[in-house]
């Protein structure tokens, strides 16, 4: 009697005290705690437990740091600390008579106890600025994910993971908070810009430059972090060591929450993107990849929404087949949930001192209409122009909008917008013929909403607003124009409402060829400039990223390209760099665009330099 009794409470006595900690971990509510059915069932994974107390010598941090979304007073630490390199199969539902599994000592189903701490001192030493506990199990892949709060303003900090109650500690990791809203901000801000890092294509040497020079402040990534495909098209992958896992041959896509958990794993094994998430807090939005090629709300290029393409696909709906690749990708970024009742939501915006709103848009995977899918070609051209189309969907056009008129009048001397697709018209007949001469899978497929967005900032005159866009692996340098219906002079720029820098991808290949030639993507960025008035430079040839430089007066964007993607290695080579004044919303010409100089590429009415190879 008295035994059974003491049995019986011992669990429960677990339950009740690990239950706070279990919160802490933002994972188990992933992506929404509003939609169960969305998220893991956290009581009976606390009923499940037996013990929280483990052989930490058993135990790994497996993926290092990272911290994102930072506030003026917290910010978002994540870790993976697990008894395996392995992405757990758990598959979101939590079931009494779930198998337990072992990996070493470690079941499958106990919780993983750690702690972390927030310091100012490099080596994690003296007064804790912050401190907490969370548990971890399979179900979220042994993810951790934990606002740190109560911090002062626009201060670095370092901050560290270690198993309870014991020595087992993660790598030690930097971060940095925004300053308040109101704060005017001494120097400048510095953003290091990304998008499209695909493994088997090369190393992500770019993710490592601002963390050998120290340059930025926080880092962005406007989408396709990811690839959901197996090999590069052109077949680098296996002669780099590069490929993806999990690898079930050729033509396979990954669908399951398993297959995206060991994709995200392995591409967090590039030494470079990891030192990126150690270093430096991010910012991110996913596009396309993360769940599909050229996705929209209801399907992809290579899966609609029928049995026939489920078939093909993993025999998974497209719909659970998204759910899969969104629950993986906020249990590993260390982003916020900002809507708890709008499960898809990652558009969201953060004010950086009175110096500048940064909005980041979801143009892909929240509610955007139906994309060129490449069999529809035709069709979405002749939609294009439709005034019903919509790209981002009402709640979050209504709310970009909203937010662009409310950093203005709060007096933000910037509006940075963090975008996945190219924005300014780019006719592109010189390479794809002149029937369907348009990119349909980028805003240009959304003339309406296009010309929404355009009519806001013009007839508000809202001023200094910067437009940044990944997904197209290749850089293109514009100002903001709404062409066909303001007056424009491309000499000048007289007429623009602001810029757009869209920059190139980390290892995906060139819009125009993996293997294209520096002479042959020249002269395609020529005649891609003669063809687009508001386009100043265009250089296609090179992988790498762009930092953008702001303080009240001038905005200056470097882009930097990297030669040799096939090993790892530190080279990069500035390509170009721009500056926007002030007040003046077009690309500073002083006297010419760049200075009238880019080391590559073409610009317009400037020199190419080709000066370090
Ligand atoms: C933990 O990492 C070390 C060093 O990489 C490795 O030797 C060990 O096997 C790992 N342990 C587990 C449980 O994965
Ligand atoms: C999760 O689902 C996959 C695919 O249906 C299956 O292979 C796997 O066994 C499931 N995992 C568990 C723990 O049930
Ligand atoms: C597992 O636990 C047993 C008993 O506590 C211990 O002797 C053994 O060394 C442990 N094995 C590992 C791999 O930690
Ligand atoms: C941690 O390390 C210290 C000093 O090396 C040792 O005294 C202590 O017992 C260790 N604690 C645990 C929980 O392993
Ligand atoms: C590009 O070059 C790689 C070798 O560097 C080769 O494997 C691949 O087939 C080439 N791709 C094309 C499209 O020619
Ligand atoms: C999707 O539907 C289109 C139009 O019927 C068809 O051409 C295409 O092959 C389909 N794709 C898949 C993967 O089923
Ligand atoms: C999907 O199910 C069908 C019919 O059960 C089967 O023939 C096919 O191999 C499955 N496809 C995949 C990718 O698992
Ligand atoms: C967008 O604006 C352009 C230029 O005025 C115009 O040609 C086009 O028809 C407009 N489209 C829509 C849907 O508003
Ligand atoms: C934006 O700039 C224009 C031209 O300099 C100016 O007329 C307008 O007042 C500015 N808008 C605001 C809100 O300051
Ligand atoms: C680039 O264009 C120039 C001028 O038309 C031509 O002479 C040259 O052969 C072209 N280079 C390549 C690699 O196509
Ligand atoms: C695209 O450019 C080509 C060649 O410069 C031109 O003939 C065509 O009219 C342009 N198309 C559009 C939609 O601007
Ligand atoms: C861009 O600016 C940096 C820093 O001032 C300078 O080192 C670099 O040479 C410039 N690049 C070009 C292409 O002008």
Known sequence: MRFTTTFAVAPLLLASTVLASFDGNLNYKSPSKRHPWLGID????????????????????????ASGDPYSDSVVLWTRVAPTFQA?????????????????????????????KVTEA????????????????????????????????FTTYYYQFSVCDSNKTSPIGRTKTLPNADDDIDGSVGLAVYSCSNYPFGFFNAYGGPVRKDSVDYVLHLGDYIYEYNEGDYGWGYSIDRTPLPNKGSGFE????????????????????ADSHRYFPWIQVWDDHEVADNTWKAGASYMNNT?????????????????????AYFEWMPLRQVDMDDNLRIWRDFSIGSLLDLVMLDTRQYDRDITDLYWNTDYVHAISDEQSRSLMGSRQENWFYKKLSESQERGAAWR?????????????SVAYGSENPLNYDAWDGYLANKNRT????????????????????????SDLVWLDEHSYDPSTGAGSIGVEFAGTAVTSPSPFGANITIGAANNISTALVDA???????????????????????????????????????HEISLANFTVYADENKLARNPKVAGGVANDGYLRGGKITQLSK
């Open 416 to 428: 940075v917008i963090g975008n996945q697709i190219v924005f300014s018209r780019l006719n592109e």
């Open 532 to 570: 687009n008035r508001e386009l100043q430079w265009s250089e296609t040839f090179y992988r790498g990223y762009y930092e953008l430089h702001l303080n009240y007066s001038t905005a200056t964007a470097q882009y930097y390209g990297y030669p040799d993607i096939k090993t790892r290695n530190g």
């Open 42 to 65: 956290q009581p009976k994974v606390v009923k499940r437990a037996t013990t929280d107390h483990h052989d930490a010598s058993a135990l790994n941090f497996t993926h290092g740091v």
């Open 122 to 153: 490099k080596d994690v030493s003296g007064d804790v600025i912050a401190e907490g506990t969370a548990y971890t199990t399979s179900d979220v892949d042994y993810t951790v994910k934990v606002i740190a709060e109560g911090l002062d303003a």
């Open 254 to 273: 990954i669908t399951s929450l398993y297959d995206y958990r060991t994709r995200i794993a392995q591409y967090r094994t590039d030494q470079d993107l």
């Open 307 to 327: 049995e026939d393409s489920f078939i093909q696909f993993g025999n998974v709906s497209f719909d659970q087949r998204k759910a899969n690749a969104v629950r």
């Open 88 to 116: 757990s199969n758990s598959n979101a539902t939590v079931s009494d008579t779930q198998p337990l599994y072992y990996h070493g000592n470690i079941s499958s189903t106990n919780p993983i106890c750690v702690n972390y």
């Open 454 to 477: 355009l009519k806001h900032l013009y007839e508000n005159e809202i001023n200094n607003t910067i437009f940044l866009a990944g997904d197209s692996h290749a850089n293109w340098v």
